[in-house]
């Protein structure tokens, strides 16, 4: 599985981004597809994600203000984000996985939120 994820940048304080993952290869039996973040010194953390049907799970600091939510095409997830503070800046990164327990990471994107 390879995932290839798009979107992110520089953006004030309030403002929104979004960012897209699309996902190749043996897709089949892929039943989670999220999003992670990992801001310089810190863990990688999750931000939100998409489980079987239509399941969404989220961070607390990001409830409210990002929507998780799958694309057109097979296989893909979006992450729309909006009200964005400094703390969100942080390399995003597209996470998928396929039973049992197999799990693939995408390249990471940049997102930074300026004061």
């Known amino acids: 599985v390879q995932l290839q994820a798009s979107g992110g940048g520089l953006v004030q304080a309030g403002g929104s981004l979004r960012l897209s993952c699309v996902a190749s290869?043996?897709?089949?039996?892929?039943?989670?597809m999220g999003w992670y973040r990992q801001a310089p010194g810190k863990q990688r953390e999750l931000v939100a994600a998409?489980?079987?049907?239509?399941?969404?799970l989220y961070a607390d600091s990001v409830k409210g203000r990002f929507t998780i939510s799958r694309g057109n095409a097979e296989k893909t997830v979006n992450l729309q984000m909006n009200s964005l503070k400094p703390e969100d800046t942080a390399v995003y990164f597209c996470?998928?996985?396929?039973?049992?327990?197999?799990?693939?990471w995408g390249q990471g994107t940049q997102v930074t939120v300026s004061s």
């Open positions: 996470n998928a996985m396929k039973p049992p327990n197999r799990e693939f």
């Open positions: 290869g043996s897709i089949f039996s892929i039943n989670v």
């Open positions: 998409l489980t079987g049907g239509s399941n969404t």
